[in-house]
């Protein structure tokens, strides 16, 4: 027997012997093995499923000009095939099982995620394991894959939301690398070979940066006992790999984009808290007063009221860094100057005037039941739990995070208005002049 072997049973033992904590769906467990690798168990015997997280601390945040998208590729072709198993080996084994296998790569994380019947719990880890740490990635699979990723920048390039978005996150972040799109640079992802993406998946794909969730109708012991024995021959700890370089204090601007289009796009774009900020539950609360759903300030207010937009919202993305709030809206280009001067007034208004307590409570109401409808089923409360553990804040933040919210006064929120409101950065696209 290896020592590696010898290690993940002797850790099998000690997890026997940890209690679990409880959680709102049931009992967790949370262990940090001497690799690195933490492994988060929910046991949740609502339904007889099982579903799995695996969570790699890196993404578009922690690549460069010079190899952005290589993340993604490499996790869309690490699902085509392993040293054991063919892409269609992989599809029939999961199917077998009564799920699937597949991965994604965002920003902060990258994850590979599978579901089964609780019954084949331990088939499906296997699966998730060998996709992690054997992967095949053949030059056949890697061609294939590429051709998706282009097609994919190539129609995200010619959608103007995205467009404009991407002019803002560019303005936002400047140099940093979350001013990068996931799904990367076109020139770039046209030229990645295999043994870029066998160093990425070296670099990377380590213990110390990975997060193992589970979620289901089973034994958190046996399942975390099963992690250490499976996940035995990952690479120790972080490596080398560099933390992205702080994000510099964005100047507010305003900028023009001309892209054949329908309807013109109007955004708004500020720098806002990461997770662990406790400012955090107080911008979410103020993102979803602006922009959340019809009771929104834009939406009553320019759609409803004033007539200047087809459709409006707000949108603040979960960051490990330093995150953007984002407002938004579509009008017909003959009115995109009144409809952006109106935009610019209701986020004004937030920082001079205080919220109606009505209207805090019903933000809050809608934050935290959408909140609660996203994390119904056990593929969502595995990539919760294990988001939040590799995003630093704690596998249990949910909890903690409703707690902020619920405690959120209308005083908080003119502060942060006040605070993070005051220069927004605004991109507005338009179709070129007839």
């Known amino acids: 027997m290896s020592g590696g072997s010898l290690a993940g049973c002797a850790l099998a033992a000690v997890l026997l012997a940890v209690p679990p904590a409880v959680g709102a769906q049931g009992a967790v467990l949370r262990e940090r093995l001497p690799s690195g690798l933490t492994v988060i168990v929910r046991e949740n015997p609502a339904a007889p499923v099982v579903a799995v997280s695996l969570l790699v601390r890196v993404g578009s945040g922690w690549e460069r000009e010079s190899n952005a998208g290589i993340t993604n590729l490499l996790q869309q072709v690490m699902v085509k095939g392993t040293e054991r198993r063919g ?38 880890l296997e699966l998730v394991a060998d996709v992690a740490l054997r992967p095949a990635l053949a030059a056949a699979e890697i061609e294939g894959e590429r051709r998706l990723v282009l097609s994919a ?84 700890g972080e490596g080398e790999a560099a933390a992205p370089s702080p994000v510099t204090a964005a100047t507010a601007e305003r900028a023009i984009v001309i892209h ?51 459709s409006t919202g707000a949108f603040y993305p979960s960051r490990a860094g330093r995150g953007m709030l984002v407002a938004y809206l579509g009008t017909a280009p003959g009115n995109v100057e009144k409809a952006e001067e109106g935009m610019k007034a209701e986020i004004a208004r937030l920082g001079r005037e205080r919220l109606r ?45 409703a707690q902020a919210v619920e405690a959120v006064s209308a005083d908080d ?15 507005t696209l338009r179709p070129p002049p007839r």
């Open 87 to 124: 892409a269609l080996e992989i599809a029939e084994a999961a199917e077998g099982i009564g799920g699937s296998v597949s991965a994604s790569a965002d920003t902060d994380v990258s994850e590979i995620r599978g579901s089964a019947l609780a019954r084949h719990w331990r088939e499906l």
């Open 153 to 236: 920048i190539r129609t995200r390039a010619d959608q103007p939301f995205q467009r404009a978005l991407e002019a803002l996150r560019e303005r936002l972040y400047g140099s940093h690398p979350y001013a990068l799109p996931s799904l990367g640079r076109r020139e770039v992802v046209a030229r990645l070979g295999r043994e870029a993406l066998l160093e990425h998946h070296r670099r990377y794909y380590r213990a110390g940066r990975t997060v193992v969730s589970v979620s289901g109708q089973l034994s958190s012991r046996e399942v975390a006992a099963e992690i250490s024995r499976l996940f035995a021959p990952m690479p120790h």
């Open 260 to 310: 054949p289009a329908a309807q013109a796009q109007v955004l708004a774009g500020v720098l806002a808290p990461p997770m662990d900020h406790p400012d955090y539950a107080a911008v979410k609360v103020l993102s979803t007063a602006l922009g959340g759903g019809m009771a929104g300030r834009l939406f009553s207010e320019l759609r409803d009221k004033q007539g200047l937009a087809y």
């Open 357 to 401: 307590a009505e209207e805090v409570s019903r933000a809050k109401a809608y934050l935290l039941g959408q909140f609660a409808l996203d994390r119904r089923t056990n593929a969502r409360l595995a990539w919760y739990q294990g988001f939040f553990e590799a995003a630093g804040v704690g596998h249990d933040f949910a909890e903690r995070y």
């Open 413 to 427: 929120l003119q502060r942060v208005a006040r605070a993070y409101l005051a220069a927004p950065t605004v991109v």
